[in-house]
Antibody, heavy 122, light 107 residues
């Protein structure tokens, strides 16, 4: 059973960079066949896909966030990470990591982390 | 930007059938997926590839597609089905898009 767990600061100051890590257990990121995605949910609102990474390091970001997002992978630790720069209060949300079943396109999310609330405030 | 449109809310009595729609211009060309989200929990996939049901999801959940609209049907609704439901697909460039969500209330 694949499990994902987000970790990182719950409070980030405006203009700084939000950094989160997702640790995957019960399966190897390096085995391929799946993308690994970040998704967020603003308080009381719907879901927004941020982007994904493949084990090889190839990425695809939501154009609406592309200029501020970096997703990276560390296969030795079976982790992938999210960095979101120049944050504002509008980036306050619950951030989820998820396994992204890539085929058929556009793919879907079959395993999710529990989510972590990140608040942007001074 | 591309949007998937869902009704904000649907209400049904226990035992009745709930239908939640999701509309989008690209749906004839892209598969749709459905997620159930209960308060304080992560979403759970309940339908993939328009109408396929993952293992462990009750048979009362089904999906269908017609033109630019996909529909999640819950037959014989139970109190435990009260949740938010989100459709998901992609735009023409492959960017993943979620619908705005539908709150299902079991009366």
């Amino acid at each position: 059973q694949v499990q994902l767990q987000e970790s990182g600061p719950g409070l980030v100051k405006p203009s700084q960079t939000l950094s989160l890590t997702c640790t995957v257990s019960g399966g190897s990121i390096s085995s391929g066949g799946y993308y690994w995605s970040w998704i967020r949910q603003h308080p009381g609102k719907g879901l927004e896909w941020i982007g994904y990474i493949y084990y090889s390091g190839s990425t695809y970001y939501n154009p609406s966030l592309k200029s501020r997002v970096t997703i990276s992978v560390d296969t030795s630790k079976n982790q992938f990470s999210l960095k979101l720069s120049s944050v504002t209060a509008a980036d306050t949300a619950v951030y989820y990591c998820a396994r992204h079943h890539s085929s058929p396109e556009p793919g879907y999310f079959d395993y999710w982390g529990q989510g972590t609330l990140v608040t942007v405030s001074s | 930007s591309y949007e998937l449109t869902q009704p904000p809310s649907v209400s049904v009595s226990p035992g009745q059938t709930a239908r939640i729609t999701c509309s989008g211009d690209a749906l004839p060309k892209q598969y749709a997926y459905w997620y159930q989200q209960k308060p304080g929990q992560a979403p759970v996939l309940v339908i993939y590839k328009d109408s396929e049901r993952p293992s462990g999801i009750p048979e009362r959940f089904s999906g269908s597609s017609s033109g630019t609209t996909v529909t999640l049907t819950i037959s014989g609704v139970q109190a435990e089905d009260e949740a938010d439901y989100y459709c998901q697909s992609a735009d023409s460039s492959g960017t993943v898009v979620f619908g705005g969500g539908t709150k299902l209330t079991v009366l």
